[in-house]
């Protein structure tokens, strides 16, 4: 059998109706119930009918992902699915990784990611922080270039601008302060960078203005008792696995106001032997990112009935 990674989505991937094609699954409504009665509302309805603005809120954005990645994996293993060797998620795709591995309970998570999603708002008001995605420029010199940006600010400016995400060779987002996001956008433009695009999100997420947000997390963190992982997880911040309980909380608690080194993960992956990553839940943005991290990997995407069949085939 092909060796295979599972990976999970973040943010940007929801849309209305993406569970839709499960039908009446019953992992998938199993899964639903369960989150619904962790959230305390009907989180079915929300993601069959949206709207769409109600599912970019952030304090369900971060849920209905979860739900709908964990729906995806559970129904894979009620099909036959075998278990990955290696689990990863990219930002808050962490989350539902450590669901797969058995750390966390969905139960648990799902408060969790809300309490997560409505600290990050808390901590930056709409419209102060912005995030940026930088195309074409290589990840050291959007680096560079945020310094630059930074260093036009007073040298006590509450001004900030930092490289969050690494997501491949050409895309690095940036966040911080919205003042300082438009001068390094101004400034990696001038380096050579394609496109420095706003990106529409409501906060500047793996800042460093997101650690109120995160001293939030590691309080409830704290008060929930862990499993051991059943697969390994690799995580975003330090790209290590951890199997310690406290290791695990202080890297969710870091990952929050720290960079998603996602490159990194599918290069650690690829090392471990994996040949396929597998992205499970909905969209096809970390399909699309192994690629072109590396063109000898096999990236697939896992999100209704039928490219499930597909892959147990392709993986057979």
């Given at each position: 059998m092909t060796t295979f990674a599972f990976v999970f989505p973040g943010q940007g991937s929801q849309s209305v109706g993406m569970l839709d094609a499960w039908g009446?699954?019953?992992?998938?409504?199993?899964?639903?119930?369960?989150?619904?009665?962790?959230?305390?509302?009907?989180?079915?309805?929300l993601i069959h009918e949206g709207p769409k603005e109600a599912l970019a809120m952030t304090t369900n954005t971060q849920p209905v992902m979860l739900v709908s990645a964990v729906a995806a994996y559970r129904a894979w293993l009620a099909e036959g699915g075998a278990k990955?060797?290696?689990?990863?998620?990219?930002?808050?795709?962490?989350?539902?990784?450590?669901?797969?591995?058995?750390?966390?309970?969905?139960?648990?998570?799902?408060?969790?990611?809300?309490?997560?999603?409505?600290?990050?708002?808390?901590?930056?008001?709409?419209?102060?922080?912005?995030?940026?995605?930088?195309?074409?420029?290589?990840?050291d010199k959007v680096i560079e270039g945020c310094k630059q940006a930074q260093a036009t600010f007073a040298a006590d400016s509450v001004e900030v601008v930092e490289a969050v995400n690494f997501n491949d060779a050409a895309q690095t987002v940036i966040a911080g302060s919205k003042a300082a996001v438009d001068k390094a956008c101004e400034v990696l433009k001038s380096?050579?960078?394609?496109?420095?695009?706003?990106?529409?999100?409501?906060?500047?997420?793996?800042?460093?203005?997101?650690?109120?947000?995160?001293?939030?997390?590691?309080?409830?963190?704290?008060?929930?008792?862990?499993?051991?992982?059943q697969i390994p997880v690799l995580n975003n911040i330090d790209v290590a696995i951890e199997s310690d309980a406290d290791r695990i909380r202080d890297a969710l608690y870091r990952q929050a106001f720290g960079p998603v080194r996602w490159v990194e993960c599918v290069q650690a992956i690829k090392?471990?032997?994996?040949?396929?990553?597998?992205?499970?839940?909905?969209?096809?943005?970390l399909a699309g990112m192994t690629k072109r991290i590396d063109a000898e990997l096999n990236g697939v995407a896992l999100y209704d009935p039928a490219t499930l069949s597909e892959i147990k085939g392709l993986l057979a």
């Open positions: 009446d699954h019953p992992v998938v409504l199993e899964t639903l119930k369960e989150a619904s009665d962790a959230l305390g509302e009907d989180v079915a309805k990955p060797s290696v689990v990863a998620g990219h930002s808050l795709g962490e989350y539902s990784a450590l669901v797969a591995s058995g750390v966390l309970t969905l139960t648990q998570a799902a408060p969790l990611v809300r309490l997560r999603a409505a600290a990050m708002q808390e901590a930056v008001p709409v419209g102060v922080g912005a995030m940026a995605a930088i195309l074409g420029l290589a990840s380096m050579g960078a394609k496109r420095a695009l706003l990106l529409p999100v409501s906060a500047p997420f793996h800042s460093s203005l997101m650690k109120p947000a995160a001293e939030k997390l590691r309080e409830k963190l704290a008060t929930l008792t862990l499993g051991v992982p090392a471990r032997g994996v040949s396929t990553l597998v992205e499970c839940g909905p969209g096809k943005v």
